[in-house]
């Protein structure tokens, strides 16, 4: 499926997927929407301490991966992608020149997948080239940053079947975001047990979600 980069309003890129008319990001900004939805509602309301451990629905561009490492806080990293940007598509994205770490942001893209790969000594990223209904999940999380396309564009990614999944693999208080706020995903989420809250979303997005467990 072809895809193009494209710039957002607040300078940073984002790729687009013509043939399924969807971005990666909100065209509004994608750094901007990356930290308001999953450092700022995510990583920065879990209280946890030690290594956090946050699974990623989405590696794509590697910005969520980007901004979580450069809060300069312990965490073990791992991100679910079916398909991968080429190493041309990454090095074309322009988030380490906005945001700086480009040696980590290539490393990123560049690391092995199915293994766990010290980026450095505070940061591991694990990718594995799998979905969230294949994984075969062996840890318990803190985060989830669940980052797929939306529901009208992938309904399969956003089933209570694959919620309940991540409920049990969640730590007790671990929580779930996302930016997508629609009625058939918070109910999803409901229906395994998870605690949802409807928070303000970025600009261009009224709201986004929270769910804790
Ligand atoms: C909204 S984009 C995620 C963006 C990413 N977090 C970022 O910051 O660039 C959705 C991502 O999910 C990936 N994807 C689509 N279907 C998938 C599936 N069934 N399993 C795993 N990843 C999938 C796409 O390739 C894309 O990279």
Redesign the pocket.
Known sequence: MERVLQLTADGSHTIAVPGLQVT??STHGAIQE?RHVFIEAGLKYHKGTGVIKIL?????????ALLTFQQEIPVFYHS????PLTPEEASALNYAAQLGNKDTFQLIHSCPWEQDVPLTNTFTLHKSQ???QEIRLTKQYDIVYY???APDI?PA?WTAAIFQKLYAHLTPGGILVTYCCKGIVRRALQSVGFMVSKLPGPPGKREILRAVK
Do not use: V
């Open positions: 990666y990001h990356s990623e629905m989405g590696l794509g561009t590697g910005l969520n679910l992608e079916l398909y799998s979905s969230p980052d797929a396309f992938q990614l």
